[in-house]
């Protein structure tokens, strides 16, 4: 079975602080990918990466980066917090051959006060 | 997420019976569609997907129709469970791997 793992289940951040957000998958999939999931909006997409050090931007990438070091590894970060920035983050993987199938990890759910 | 139900549309089904969940899909480019299934705390899970050369596929209890011709797709859940309670996700994507995700309608089983 393929597994996503991210770091935090649950974190709360203050306002301005840097956060960084990791997430691992097992499977030697090349294509990872960091959403935002909030009430009535779906899951949108901030960042994905093809390949290691390689990153593209989704539809809402400001006040995000991302770093791909390692081919298992993804990281989103969020360089000064923002309340807006309260939500929940799914972190997906997927190797992008044929099938276009991502797989999730159980989210983290970010709060910023 | 926990908060992911609020503000969805919901469907709600008997326990037995069958349900049919609705996607209206944007990009006619698209030729890959998938549904997820996400419980309560959980991340998105892969139900099943289909291509666009096909009309329809079936697995295990569910069944997935496209219409292309108006940009549908459908979710068919065959003798709908307590644990299909859930909020279920339909994305659509190219060859590119990158999937575009619908706002979600969440399934509410009653017994």
């Known amino acids: 079975d393929v597994k996503v793992t991210q770091s935090s289940r649950y974190l709360v951040k203050r306002t301005g602080e840097k956060v960084f957000l990791e997430c691992v998958q097992d499977m030697d999939h090349e294509n990872m990918f960091w959403y935002r999931q909030d009430p009535g909006l779906g899951l949108r997409l901030i960042y994905f990466?093809?390949?290691?050090?390689?990153?593209e931007k989704g539809d809402i990438p400001e006040g995000y980066s991302v770093s791909r070091e390692k081919k298992e590894r993804f990281s989103l970060i969020l360089e000064s917090a923002s309340t807006n920035q309260t939500s929940m983050y799914l972190c997906?993987?997927?190797?992008?051959?044929?099938?276009?199938?991502?797989?999730f990890g159980p989210g983290t759910r970010l709060t910023v006060t | 997420g926990e908060s992911v139900g609020l503000h969805l549309p919901t469907l709600s089904v008997q326990e037995g019976d069958n349900s049919i969940i609705n996607c209206a899909y944007s990009?006619?480019?698209?030729?890959?569609f998938i549904w997820y299934k996400q419980e309560s705390g959980k991340g998105p899970q892969f139900i099943i997907d289909i291509r666009s050369n096909m009309d329809k596929r079936q697995g295990q209890r569910v069944t997935v129709l496209l219409n292309k011709t108006v940009k549908h797709l459908s979710l068919q859940i065959a003798a709908t469970q307590p644990g299909d309670s859930a909020v279920y996700f339909c994305?659509?994507?190219?060859?590119?791997?990158?999937?575009?995700f619908g706002t979600g309608t969440r399934l509410q089983v009653t017994l």
């Open positions: 997906a993987s997927g190797s992008g051959i044929g099938r276009s199938e991502q797989y």
């Open positions: 990009n006619s480019a698209s030729d890959y």
């Open positions: 990466s093809y390949d290691v050090k390689m990153k």
């Open positions: 994305a659509e994507g190219g060859t590119a791997s990158k999937l575009t």
